[in-house]
C-alpha cells in the first residue's frame, strides 16, 4: 500500500484567528498520527490571510511535543527567504530535541510577494539563483562526517541532519533533487501540469549518496472526502473560492460553505475555477480511493500527501478519517 501523509496549512476561517487556526492545527496533528499517517507537514507563507504557518521551524516544534511518533515537518521551507545557517540551526535544533522525527522540505520560491520577500531577506536579492548552492551549503552543515568541522559551524549541527527533501512544481527542483540524491515532493495538488515530466527527471538524473540510495516520491494532492460525493462537493466549496481568490489576488480567510455557494460567480470565474481544480480528488471514500489509486499508478509515486482545504476542523478530521478507514491504515500500523 501507497504511505498516506497529511499537509495541513493551519488554515484560518472567517470569524476565527490565527490562534485558532495553530489551535486546529495542532489537533489535527493528534487526529493524524492516531489514524496512522505516515508525516505530517506544514508550509512557509507569508501575508496570506487564510494560512497561519509563516514560522514553520516553530510550529513544527510543537507538533511535534504534541505528537510521539508522527515525522513532522516542513513542506516547505521557502530557502531564498533565509540564510542557509539560520535554517541549519533550527532544523539541527529541532532534529535534537525530536531526533529521527523532522523532516526539512526545501522549496525555491519565496512564497508570498515580491515586496514581502524583499522584507523577509532585507536585500533586493531574493535568492531564489543561488538555491543549488544554498541547499547543498545547509546540508554540509549539518551531515554527519568524519571531516574537520565546517566554519561557521552551528551548534547544534554536524550530526543533527533531518531528513532533507526537495520540494517542486516544475522540472528544475525535480532535476536538482535527483542530482543531489535527495527525495522529491512534486505539488501535485496547486500544479498538476508537469508531473509526468518532472518525475521523470528525477528518476532519470537521481545519484545515489549517502543520504538517499534510491529515488523517492511524493506526489502532494488535493482531497477532500465526505460520506458522499454530494457533500464533498459543497464542503469543497471554500477551496474553490479560495482558488479564485489567489489567481485574483483578493485574498480573504477560508470563507463557510454557505458562503462560498453564495458566491456570484461570473460564467469566466466558474471556468477558471473548474481548469483549477480539475485535479483534485473530491468525494465519497470509494471516489476518493479510485483517485487516489489512479494518481500512484499514473507517477508511481511512493508516497501521497494529502491537503485537505476546508473551512473548518471538523471536515478536514472526518476526511483524513475516511481516508484512513478506507485504506485500512490505522489497522496497519497497530
Known amino acids: 500500500m501507497t504511505t498516506l501523509s497529511v499537509l495541513d496549512l493551519a488554515t484560518v476561517a472567517k470569524g476565527s484567528t490565527p490562534a485558532d487556526a495553530l489551535a486546529d492545527t495542532t489537533r489535527l496533528a493528534g487526529v493524524v498520527e492516531s489514524l496512522g499517517y505516515h508525516r505530517m507537514w506544514v508550509a512557509e507563507h507569508h501575508g496570506m490571510p487564510s494560512v497561519a504557518s509563516s514560522a514553520p521551524a516553530v510550529l513544527i516544534g510543537h507538533l511535534a511535543d504534541a505528537t510521539t511518533t508522527l515525522r513532522v515537518g516542513a513542506g516547505g521551507v521557502m530557502l531564498p527567504n533565509h540564510a542557509p545557517m539560520v535554517i541549519a540551526e533550527q532544523f539541527a535544533t529541532l532534529e535534537a530535541l525530536h531526533p529521527g522525527r523532522i523532516d526539512l522540505g526545501l522549496g525555491r520560491a519565496p512564497g508570498t510577494d515580491p515586496a514581502t520577500a524583499r522584507a523577509l531577506r532585507r536585500s533586493g536579492d531574493l535568492g531564489a539563483e543561488h538555491f543549488p548552492e ?12 568524519d571531516g574537520p568541522p565546517t566554519q561557521p559551524a552551528p551548534i547544534p549541527g554536524r550530526g543533527y541532519l533531518p531528513q532533507v527533501w ?3 512544481s516544475s522540472t528544475f527542483s525535480a532535476q536538482l533533487a535527483g542530482l543531489l540524491g535527495l527525495p522529491f515532493s512534486f505539488a501535485f495538488h496547486f500544479a498538476p501540469d508537469l508531473v509526468d515530466q518532472a518525475i521523470a ?32 462537493r459543497w464542503l469543497s466549496g471554500p477551496s474553490a473560492l479560495t482558488v479564485l481568490q489567489l489567481r485574483s489576488g483578493k485574498l480573504t480567510s477560508v470563507v463557510s460553505p454557505e458562503e462560498a455557494a453564495a458566491y456570484p460567480y461570473t460564467d469566466q470565474e466558474r471556468a477558471l475555477i473548474e481548469a483549477a481544480t480539475a485535479s483534485h480528488i473530491v468525494g465519497d471514500p470509494v471516489t476518493v480511493q479510485a483517485g487516489l489509486d489512479a494518481l500512484v499508478a499514473r507517477t508511481g509515486a511512493d508516497e501521497v500527501m494529502l491537503s485537505t482545504r476546508a473551512h473548518s476542523f471538523d471536515v478536514r ?7 484512513a478507514e478506507r485504506f485500512a491504515m490505522a489497522a496497519a500500523t497497530a
Not at 134 to 145: A, C, F, G, K, P
Open 317 to 323: 478530521a472526518r476526511s483524513l478519517t475516511l481516508v
Open 134 to 145: 544554498d541547499v547543498v551549503e545547509l546540508i554540509t552543515y549539518l551531515v554527519d562526517s
Open 201 to 232: 527527471l528525477y528518476r532519470s538524473n537521481f545519484r545515489p549518496t549517502g543520504l538517499l540510495a534510491e529515488p523517492y516520491v511524493m506526489v502532494a494532492a488535493s482531497v477532500l472526502c465526505a460520506d458522499s460525493d454530494d457533500e464533498a
Open 166 to 168: 526537495l520540494l517542486g
